[in-house]
T-cell receptor, first 114, second 114 residues
Framework: DGGITQSPKYLFRKEGQNVTLSCEQN?????MYWYRQDPGQGLRLIYY???????QKGDIAEGYSVSREKKESFPLTVTSAQKNPTAFYLC?????????????FGPGTRLTVL | GNSVTQMEGPVTLSEEAFLTINCTYT??????LFWYVQYPGEGLQLLLK?????DKGSNKGFEATYRKETTSFHLEKGSVQVSDSAVYFC?????????????FGKGTKLSVIP
């Protein structure tokens, strides 16, 4: 089955630790995105990548880092510099960079920092 | 800048009632418009989309028409079911400086009671 997988579904970390969230897609999509969702708010863009080995900051990139070494993978690292990391993180992908291409979302990872 | 404004929830309806969730947007150029749905604990699923003015998107009994004159994309359904209970997000996709980013509204939570 084609789709986007995110792992793990729930993640707990101690304050001050870096943590990496996985996102994999087998849809052969060029573009991939990371969003953060907080209660009562819409999604906010963290980072996005339109092509392998290239990525751009979104609206709230501070305290996060990404890599795009393979087309199918776009891991997100939440660093200790992120002041309020507890949130629901959603990964998405799209066939290409066009306003006609909707984004397809993974099931999300809920990160809780203790 | 670009923005999306949705009616605030939560919205509670009885089964078979008529649903309207208002969405208005501000954007430069000609964005595409989307409605996404999020069921509890899951990622977002595309519900419907419209890519140009006067287009009507429809899916699963839901409809929305891209109204450029009123900058609106209101979601409607004639008869809601309990299974429609979810959070609904209006979003626009625009291109600017070579990037293609989704801007989301804050979401409207719908609860349908039997």
């Amino acid at each position: 089955d084609g789709g986007i997988t995110q792992s793990p579904k729930y993640l707990f970390r101690k304050e001050g630790q870096n943590v990496t969230l996985s996102c994999e897609q087998n849809l052969n999509h060029d573009a991939m995105y990371w969003y953060r969702q907080d209660p009562g708010q819409g999604l906010r863009l963290i980072y996005y990548s339109q092509i392998v080995n290239d990525f751009q900051k979104g609206d709230i990139a501070e305290g996060y880092s990404v890599s795009r070494e393979k087309k199918e993978s776009f891991p997100l690292t939440v660093t200790s510099a992120q002041k309020n990391p507890t949130a629901f993180y959603l990964c998405a992908s799209a066939p290409g960079t066009s306003v006609y291409n909707e984004q397809f979302f993974g099931p999300g990872t809920r990160l809780t920092v203790l | 800048g670009n923005s999306v404004t949705q009616m605030e929830g939560p919205v509670t309806l009885s089964e078979e009632a008529f649903l309207t969730i208002n969405c208005t947007y501000t954007a430069t150029g000609y964005p595409s418009l989307f409605w996404y749905v999020q069921y509890p604990g899951e990622g977002l699923q595309l519900l419907l989309k419209a890519t140009k003015a006067d287009d009507k998107g429809s899916n699963k009994g839901f409809e929305a028409t891209y109204r450029k004159e009123t900058t609106s994309f209101h979601l409607e359904k004639g008869s809601v079911q309990v299974s429609d209970s979810a959070v609904y997000f209006c979003a626009l996709l625009y291109s600017g400086a070579g990037s293609y980013q989704l801007t989301f509204g804050k979401g409207t939570k719908l609860s349908v009671i039997p």
